[in-house]
């Protein structure tokens, strides 16, 4: 699979990959902050500046690898600390950090969708480019937004569930949290991960589609 490498298409990547991880990861800063908690931004990690939220093997290494020998593109960045106890009423507070980055990521793949209508009417030397890199950003932030919501711990929307739940009850969720990864990476070698995430990655994208056709037809 190596021999599919693109590079083109690998560097019309970088820019949707880094957006797609950083205002991720700084919404969750913006979030905790929004209700007490001032941890990421003693950190400087309330910014979309992408060096202060690289991780070299989750944002640089794994997604290259991925890249090169895999149909998709996988990675992460580093996660932004929160301190649980400065939230005002901890658990809607932790519930709306949580949403933050996936939210953010939905809403990007938005933004994107708009950059895609607006590529047909840009100078047709940048028309093709413009499209694929808004492509892969519809993409890659459908992904991101699916697969953070799934209800698994650590990933966000576990964290959001865990925070309706009565105290005994997220006791025992939270007992699931050292597997999380192992049921992810079960859940992709079986297939099934793809299974439960694509009809919502599919219907991201259609919406995005048509938001990019009324773009286009505005314009």
């Known amino acids: 699979m190596f021999q599919s490498f693109d590079l083109g298409i690998f560097l019309l990547a970088i820019v949707p990959v880094l957006l797609a991880l950083t205002v991720h990861e ?3 800063g913006y979030m905790a902050r929004h209700y007490g908690d ?20 989750g ?40 949403i933050a980055g996936p939210a953010s990521n939905l809403m990007m793949a938005l933004v994107w ?13 940048f028309q093709e480019g413009l499209a694929k890199m808004a492509s892969i950003g519809i993409m890659i932030n459908a992904v991101l ?14 964290r959001f569930v865990d925070s309706f739940l009565p105290a005994k009850a997220s006791q025992s969720f939270q007992k699931i949290e050292p597997y999380g990864t192992w049921i992810l990476i079960g859940l992709m070698m079986t297939g099934l991960l793809w299974m439960i ?13 048509l938001i990019a056709a009324l773009v286009a037809g505005i314009f």
Do not use: C
């Open 26 to 28: 700084a919404s969750h």
């Open 145 to 158: 937004f699916t697969l953070n919501m799934l209800p698994i711990l650590p990933l966000d929307g576990g």
């Open 38 to 57: 001032r941890t990421a931004e003693q950190l400087g990690r309330l910014t979309l500046n992408p060096l202060a939220h690289i991780d070299l093997v």
């Open 113 to 125: 969708a708009v950059i895609l209508g607006l590529s047909y009417v840009v100078p047709m030397t």
């Open 59 to 98: 944002t640089i290494i794994i997604p290259l690898l991925t890249f090169m020998f895999t149909p998709f593109i996988f990675g992460w960045a580093k996660p932004v600390p929160v301190q649980t106890r400065n939230l005002r009423n901890m658990r809607v507070g932790m519930r709306m950090v949580a």
């Open 197 to 209: 995430m694509g009809p919502v990655v599919t219907m991201i994208m259609k919406f995005s589609q």
